[in-house]
C-alpha cells in the first residue's frame, strides 16, 4: 500500500537542468527523513541529497551548490531540483523514505531506506 513514485527524468544536454519530482503515499510521511538516490549502470546506489521533517538537508559533495532538495508536506511530495548537470549524473533517480529517526547525514549514507520508488532515469549528454 506504500507508494513513492517518482516523476521528471528526461535527457537534457549537459548545463540543463531537471526537476524530479516524488509523490508519496506514506500516512507518516511528514515524520520522515526522505532522500533521493541515484544508481548509474556498473555502479552501487549512492546518497544524493536527504531532508529530514524539520527541513534541514544534507547533499553528496558531487552536487553541492547544483542540487536542491525540497518537500512540500502539505502534498506528500519530495522534489529534487537539478542545475548545471553534468554527464556524470546520468542514472536512475530513486526516491526514498529513509527513516523517521536519521539525522540526514545518516540517511544520506545509510544504503537502506524504509521504502523505495522504482526509479526515474536521468540522461545527460554532453
Known amino acids: 500500500q506504500v507508494q513513492l513514485v517518482e516523476s521528471g527524468g528526461g535527457s537534457v544536454q549537459s548545463g540543463g537542468s531537471l526537476r524530479l519530482s516524488c509523490a508519496a503515499s506514506i500516512y507518516t510521511y511528514s515524520d520522515y527523513c526522505m532522500g533521493w538516490f541515484r544508481q548509474a549502470p556498473g555502479k552501487e546506489r549512492e546518497g544524493v541529497a536527504t531532508i529530514d521533517s524539520d527541513g534541514r538537508t544534507s547533499y553528496a559533495d558531487s552536487v553541492k551548490g547544483r542540487f536542491t532538495i525540497s518537500r512540500d508536506n502539505t502534498k506528500n511530495t519530495l522534489y529534487l531540483q537539478m542545475n548545471s548537470l553534468k554527464p556524470e549524473d546520468t542514472a536512475m533517480y530513486y526516491c526514498?523514505?529513509?527513516?523517521?529517526?536519521?539525522?540526514?547525514?545518516?540517511?544520506?549514507?545509510?544504503?537502506?531506506?524504509?521504502?523505495w520508488g522504482k526509479g526515474t532515469l536521468v540522461t545527460i549528454s554532453s
Open positions: 526514498a523514505a529513509v527513516s523517521p529517526w536519521m539525522t540526514t547525514v545518516q540517511a544520506l549514507g545509510a544504503g537502506a531506506a524504509d521504502y
